[in-house]
């Protein structure tokens, strides 16, 4: 996620602590390249400009020039002022009120409504609620069978009828909401690959019959500024109440997260993370700006871990690795744990300096968990007990049995080794609650 925007700005982030003192001509020539760094991963022009000047003006004052780190006090500044750009605080939805509580879909076709109803309808789920997905897209083929197996793998149900009124079918959805307990429906509505009238009047239709207490715009972030033009389009047709960034797993420059607000007005309210339904984010303006300067993501790891882990597995764990009982069988389930916290790209982004520190160089992509249990699942229980017994002969039986090389066992083992090394680092600095093999 932002892994371009973020490298760039690291860069610039590095000369400019390089400086025993700060002048007001390196403070311009740095916020010159963040400048720079910024239009280049697709920034509002407008938006950029005046974030710069923000930071400049805080930069030149007094408590920075005469500062003993004037370079952290600038970071801290830039830090802050990405949190301000984004939002400064987290938006929530507006999820109270009469039932059900109704929230509205709107985006142009492609941007990711049908799976991100899926992401939400499970996101609500899992919080306790009853929610409902209904199909009001009418125009484009197999729409309502896409959304009718979204529904089914999350186990929500789906409402639909052939009409041509899409407000007749959200009518419809909430009608059932009522007679069958539910207490939220997401709409699923229609989009173009332009803006035009007809789409445009039909949500305004939908809006004025179901009054929806959340209407929500879909953006592909992978789309940069074409993702903020389009917001603008509909926020003057339908004021909706905030935005939600889909394909922020994907190749996103970070232009669209980092100007949608201030052009819009409007709070970026979640971020869709991956193609599997739990991969949704709620959004936080300050966490985002720790993740793009490579300061990580602390909070949102352990939130993350709370979900996935196993609490009384994990204090099982930990007291086996107090008495240095830790096994490659241990290890093994921990990844289990950790895949179901998400892409690892994406959670190594989260551990403070683990991309330029103590991660960096290990081979650890999701597709690498099949060889990695591959390879344990070769072993004997005695192997998996003790891997320090795994001699030549061993390896080379286990590599066979599991189709992979001797040298990816011993890649396995060495790594086993590392993380070894990486749990005592865990420990130390606090995280609880995290898979220890993490």
């Known amino acids: 996620m932002f892994q371009d925007l973020s490298e760039?700005?690291?860069?610039?982030?590095?000369?400019?602590?390089?400086?025993?003192k700060l002048s007001e001509k390196n403070i311009s020539d740095s916020?010159?390249?963040v400048r720079r760094v910024l239009l280049e991963a697709d920034v509002n022009f407008k938006v950029a400009k005046a974030f710069i000047a923000s930071v400049q003006e805080q930069a030149l004052g007094k408590k920075v020039l005469r500062s003993i780190t004037p370079g952290q006090q600038i970071v801290k500044i830039i830090?802050?002022?990405l949190s301000k750009l984004m939002g400064e605080k987290e938006a929530t939805l507006n999820v109270t009120g009469a039932l059900p509580t109704v929230i509205m879909l709107t985006g142009l076709q492609g941007s990711g409504k049908t799976t991100l109803a899926g992401k939400l309808g499970l996101y609500f789920k899992d919080r306790g609620h009853k929610p409902v997905l209904a199909a009001a897209d009418i125009y484009r083929p197999a729409a309502v069978k896409q959304l009718e197996i979204v529904g089914e793998q999350i186990g929500v149900p789906v409402i639909h009828e052939d009409s041509k009124s899409a407000a007749k079918i959200c009518l419809k959805a909430m009608d059932y909401?009522?007679?069958?307990?539910?207490?939220?429906?997401?709409?699923?509505?229609a989009g173009r690959l332009h803006i035009d009238g007809t789409l445009m009047n039909e949500l305004l239709e939908i809006k004025k019959k179901t009054q929806?207490?959340?209407?929500?715009f879909v953006a592909d972030s992978m789309t940069g500024q074409d993702a903020v033009n389009t917001a603008?389009?509909?926020?003057?047709?339908?004021d909706f109440d905030g935005v939600v960034l889909t394909k922020m797993d994907g190749d996103a420059r970070g232009g669209a997260a980092?100007?949608?607000?201030?052009?819009?007005e409007k709070p970026i309210k979640f971020i869709s993370t991956g193609e599997k339904f739990d991969a949704l984010e709620k959004f936080h303006p300050e966490r985002m700006a720790s993740r793009i300067l490579g300061m990580g993501d602390v909070v949102t790891l352990v939130e993350k871990a709370q979900q996935a882990v196993d609490q009384e597995q994990a204090e099982k764990l930990e007291k086996k690795l107090r008495r240095q009982q830790f096994t490659l069988k241990d290890f093994y389930d921990q990844l289990q744990q950790i895949k179901k916290m998400g892409p690892l790209d994406q959670l190594m982004g989260m551990i403070p300096g683990a991309q330029k520190g103590m991660m960096k160089g290990m081979q650890l992509d999701d597709t690498a968990f099949v060889g990695v249990e591959a390879i344990i699942n070769s072993m004997t229980p005695g192997e998996r007990q003790r891997p320090q017994i795994i001699d030549g002969s061993r390896r080379r039986r286990i590599a066979k049995g599991s189709g992979k090389s001797v040298q990816d066992v011993n890649q396995l083992l060495k790594q086993f080794k590392m993380m070894q090394k990486m749990m005592k680092n865990v420990n130390k600095i606090g995280l609880k609650g995290l898979p220890i093999g993490f």
């Open 212 to 216: 929806p207490h959340e209407i929500l």
């Open 258 to 264: 980092l100007s949608i607000r201030t052009v819009t």
């Open 79 to 81: 830090h802050d002022e």
């Open 232 to 238: 603008k389009e509909f926020l003057n047709w339908l």
């Open 8 to 20: 760039k700005l690291e860069v610039v982030i590095k000369k400019l602590k390089g400086h025993g």
């Open 177 to 189: 909401c009522r007679k069958h307990g539910s207490d939220l429906v997401i709409f699923d509505t």
């Open 31 to 33: 916020l010159k390249e």
